[in-house]
C-alpha cells in the first residue's frame, strides 16, 4: 500500500514511516532510490532493525518522528511532547493510535497521518503529507 502511495506523491523527496509492518521497505527504497527513507519501529515489527526514533533537520526544521508506544500516545500527548521539545522539534511525528492527528503547541506541529492499513473505527486509510517551505510547514491528512 505504501508503493501506492509514492506513486500518488512522485514529488516527495523524503518518506517516514512511523512503524508497524516495515516489511516492504527494502524493495521500496530500491525502487525509489531518489528518496530519503527513516523508518521507525513500531510495537508490531518484533525483528526489524530499526530505530525506536530518529531526529532530523529538513529544510531547516527538526524532525521528530517516533512510533508513539514507548511514549504511552493513547493516554496521551505529553510524554511524547516532552521528548519532542528536549529534541528542539519543530515538527513532532508519530503513529501507534492509527488515527490521524494534527495539532499546533507552543511553536511545534504534533502530526499522527493516521494508518494506511489498519485504520480504526471504521475510518479510511490515510497517509499524511508535510509542506517544508518559504511559507512555513503545512500538514495534511490525506484519506485513501
Known sequence: ML???????PRAEVVFHLG?????????R????????YIIRGNCDFYADF??????????????AAHGHLFGVKRGL????????????DICLFGHTHV???SYKDGMYLFNPGSL???R????????????????????VVEL
Open 78 to 89: 505529553g510524554e511524547l511532547y516532552r521528548q519532542a521539545r528536549a529534541e528542539r522539534a
Open 117 to 119: 492499513g489498519a485504520p
Open 100 to 102: 490521524p492527528h494534527e
Open 3 to 9: 508503493d501506492s502511495v509514492l506513486r500518488a506523491q
Open 30 to 37: 530500491y525502487e525509489y532510490p531518489a528518496k530519503m527513507f
Open 121 to 140: 473505527d471504521g475510518r479510511p486509510s490515510t497517509c499524511g503529507v508535510i509542506d517544508i517551505g518559504g511559507h512555513g510547514i503545512v500538514t495534511t
Open 20 to 28: 508497524d509492518m516495515c516489511v516492504d521497505i527494502a524493495d521500496l
Open 51 to 64: 530505530p525506536d526514533n530518529v531526529t532530523v533537520t529538513l529544510e531547516g526544521k527538526r524532525v521528530f
